[in-house]
């Protein structure tokens, strides 16, 4: 099963939530920080770091000999990356979306492909605790391709935590597609009801199962109670305002740790949200035949042949 | 002489922070109450939450269209696969419609369609305004709900933000910059006058301002610094402010944990209007006055 753990507005507490989460589990059980931009879940699990990859995406490089300065490369580009110039052919690497259309418009078969670096992905363990996470390169603008290769990790057989990035565009929706559940965790004020909003639409947009966890809940109002009450969204667990909790995650140290009690609290929220989420016996080869997992062949597929 | 900010002509300055939820756009919207003859703009265009708490009377409504989507006439369609060989989003299905999530607007399909079954409007993936409120003018926008292109909206509120003040001869821009360092980050800081990056003394707002400066840093953007509730924890804010130093930002004052920036985000308000005098209210105006100086206004 797959869980992403989302949000809408940053801040309120989803690498808190992810992290603790995943350490609350008894059985093994694999943490992906698709965050990104700006990944912190290691800083809490403390993983042991066992390897490095370099992720790149596909960007053109034409082979000046062959081209003839036809210009259908420039034609089919939708994002600027290459035109011709005058006499010379010119790539901006950095708008390039990685799509092919240049090398398979191109007659003299002049364009091939380069990889640009998008950054990296670090994997590691900590007792039965898989951990994957990606660190987009400073600079690089485009992070979906990073997050869907941070997910291409997903082991079918395991419980899958995602920690995702804050907002509702598309580094996010890379985040939540394919998940069996998204939990949303907000704040009860105007600023987290307005983003949670927004959050909620993208996952009915995704159509995958969702429910709501508070944090620092008694600080604010009630209205994200109420939109939760009005939209049949469950509430599975409320978190209140604790300087205890807040200056241990100052210290990188997780909550189930310096506050064992908490540990059955997010073991009773994954089992509100197993039930929820429904997944049927999944066969062990191919990872289908579980609820809203539909879309989790896709990924695998696109780990082959370097599609996305 | 600050941090080589110039001196004359219009200057922007951007809020960002790495980390989401250290208090961005409660510090920008105190500024607001502050700061003279500026254009405000939000530049947090996918969970934009200034108007919020400045309750904008929106007096331009524009559509925001940018990029195409595939979409494919089944009449003329003859299946022949070529569209699913190409696509490299796997984004048509295997009926032979197109996932408008999963479409990335390449056009790949549509210029290799030997039946020419396949139409490429344009999208309409977001909405931007430009409103008045009783702090000034500011322009904002709005991102569809998993939509793409936000760098673009970004970069147009912003230039739609300049327009607005050179139009009224203000000299300030103040905008609300968007968590994380990719691609709406960088459409937010460049060519900005300087970036105040906000943070809080814990690990992750340590490792993500790091990455944050770093991102000023290489789009040659000055940036400074100040730490929100930073009495939650003191010796990570020293920490903090060493490592801003060492990463060439200049260090601006402190503001405590205060219960007030939720309490006046819940009524709407400014800190200031929600009490002329707290002790948080107190530092963000200390911070503003640092700025000014800074700015060399």
Not at chain 1, 51 to 62: F, H, K, L, S, Y
Not at chain 1, 214 to 240: F, Q
Not at chain 2, 145 to 169: D, F, H, P
Not at chain 2, 214 to 240: R, S, W
Request: with cysteine; proline share 5%; aromatic share 6%.
């Amino acid at each position: 099963m797959i869980i992403s753990i989302a949000s809408g507005k940053g801040g309120t507490g989803k690498t808190m939530v992810a992290t603790n989460l995943a350490l609350s589990m008894d059985s093994d059980v694999q943490l992906l920080d698709c965050d990104v931009e700006e990944p912190n879940a290691h800083l809490f699990i403390h993983p042991a770091l066992e390897g490095t990859e370099i992720i790149t995406t596909p960007v053109p490089q034409v082979d000046e000999d062959k081209c003839t300065l036809c210009g259908k490369c420039g034609e089919i580009c939708q994002f600027k990356a290459i035109l011709v110039i005058g006499e010379t052919v010119l790539t901006f690497h950095e708008l390039c979306h990685s799509c092919g259309g240049c090398m398979a418009a191109c007659p003299e078969e002049a364009i091939t492909e380069i990889g640009r670096d998008l950054g990296i992905i670090e994997r590691g363990h900590r007792n039965g605790l898989d951990f994957v996470h990606g660190r987009l390169r400073v600079g690089e603008a485009m992070s979906p391709p990073l997050i869907r290769k941070v997910r291409s990790h997903t082991r079918p057989d395991t419980l899958t935590i995602i920690d995702a990035p804050p907002g509702t565009s598309c580094p996010v929706i890379a985040a939540m597609q394919g998940a069996d559940f998204v939990l949303l965790v907000t704040e009860p004020t105007p600023f987290g009801l307005y983003d949670l909003k927004l959050a909620v639409g993208a996952v009915k947009i995704l159509g995958i199962p969702c429910g709501l966890l508070i944090n620092r809940s008694d600080m604010g109002d009630d209205k994200v109670k109420e939109y939760a009450h009005e939209n049949d969204l469950p509430i599975l667990m409320e978190i209140p305002f604790d300087r205890r909790i807040a200056e241990a995650y100052s210290r990188g140290k997780a909550l189930v740790e310096v506050m064992p009690e908490w540990k059955e609290k997010f073991f009773e929220l994954y089992s509100r949200i197993e039930e929820m989420a429904m997944p049927t016996t999944p066969s062990p080869l191919t990872g289908e035949g579980r609820g809203g997992g539909g879309n989790r062949k896709i990924w695998h597929e696109r780990t082959r042949d370097h599609k996305w | 002489m600050g941090v080589g900010i110039e001196r004359f002509g219009m200057k922007e300055l951007v809020i960002i922070s790495g980390k989401g939820g250290t208090g961005k756009t409660s510090i920008l919207a105190a500024f607001a109450a502050l700061a003279e003859n500026k254009v405000l703009c939000d530049a947090d265009v996918d969970a934009a939450d200034l108007h919020l708490v400045m309750a904008p009377t929106v007096e331009e409504h524009h559509d925001f269209q940018s990029g195409h989507m595939a979409i494919i006439d089944q009449d003329k369609c003859t299946e022949c696969d070529l569209c699913r060989n190409l696509c490299r989003w796997n984004a048509i299905s295997e009926d032979y419609r197109v996932d408008p999530i999963q479409c990335e607007g390449c056009g790949v399909c549509v210029y290799f369609c030997p039946e020419e079954a396949i139409d490429f409007p344009l999208s309409t993936c977001g909405e931007w305004f430009i409103s008045d409120t009783r702090f000034g003018p500011m322009v904002h926008a709005r991102l569809g709900i998993a939509e793409e292109n936000s760098g673009k909206l970004v970069t147009l509120v912003r230039q739609e933000a300049k327009k607005l003040a050179e139009k009224k001869a203000f000299d300030l821009i103040l905008t609300d910059g968007p968590p994380g360092i990719g691609c709406p980050v960088i459409a937010s800081i460049g060519g900005a006058s300087a970036v105040l990056i906000v943070t809080e003394p814990t690990v992750s707002g340590k490792h993500d301002m790091v990455r944050v400066a770093q991102l000023a840093a290489h789009f040659k953007v000055p940036g400074m610094i100040c730490v929100n509730k930073f009495d939650l924890n003191p010796e990570e804010t020293q920490i903090i402010e060493d490592v801003a130093r060492e990463n060439d930002l200049v260090v601006l004052s402190r503001i405590p944990f205060d219960p007030i920036f939720t309490k006046a985000m819940v009524q709407g308000q400014t800190l200031f209007e929600y009490n002329t005098n707290s002790e948080a209210g107190n530092a963000v105006r200390k911070i503003w006055e640092e700025l000014m100086v800074r700015m060399g206004s």
